[in-house]
């Protein structure tokens, strides 16, 4: 009898533990099918977190974007050539106030032409002309008016460096020309720069830009041997 009522009990143990598996089993299942639990919510009083990126973060402009160069500007950031231009009819201006041109010491009303002669050697050509008398060295590009008492009146230079200038480049540095005139086919543009001298620029009509400039002392042209 109490190995029966034994059996009994054993039997109805393992027929529970059966059930429970098989429940535990089934609840696995099923909870795959359930929706995931909601977010966590932020407190209040808590910055939010952005998961866009920062301003910082975004891509640099590319290089077609970047501005352009400021006009008239270089990679050395040297002047641009109308600066250029400027600089060098500045430059001649300046020379013209002490009665020079560039290329040459000897200023027009100061030099006596037999020195000048003593140290650069003959002229070319040595010729009267306008007046007075003209000594042209064409190696240097420069010629000299003097008088009949060697006294230098007019210097002029023919740099090729002057002869790419153009009137509107001289009209930008200088402004308009106190006299303009002409001579053949040529025009020529009078600056006064002081008591003393004058600045011409001639102007040749083939090019439109300078042939040669002049230094040029009026008082001075003259002969002084004169009786």
Known sequence: MNQTKRFKQFAIGISFAIALSLTACSNKDTGADQAPPPATEI?????ETSTSPSPSAQPSALPSEQPDEKPGSNDSGKPSSGSEVGETISSVYKLAKEGKVPGS???AH????????????KPDTNEAAGKGIYATYKDK??????????????????????QGITL??????????????VNGT?????YE???QYQLKFIMAE?????????VYCPQDAKNNMAG
């Open 141 to 162: 590009g420069i010629t000299f008016g003097y008088n009949k008492g060697m006294l230098v009146f007019d210097v002029r230079s023919y740099s090729e460096k002057l």
């Open 110 to 121: 100061i030099a006596l032409y037999d020195e000048i002669e003593k140290k650069w050697g």
């Open 206 to 214: 083939a090019t439109g830009k300078v042939d040669h400039i002049s």
């Open 193 to 195: 720069v002081n008591d």
């Open 186 to 190: 040529d025009a020529i543009y009078t």
């Open 43 to 47: 407190p209040s009083g808590q910055p």
């Open 168 to 181: 509107k480049d001289i009209e930008i540095a200088l402004g308009s020309a106190d006299e303009e005139t």
């Open 105 to 107: 010491d000897y200023a």
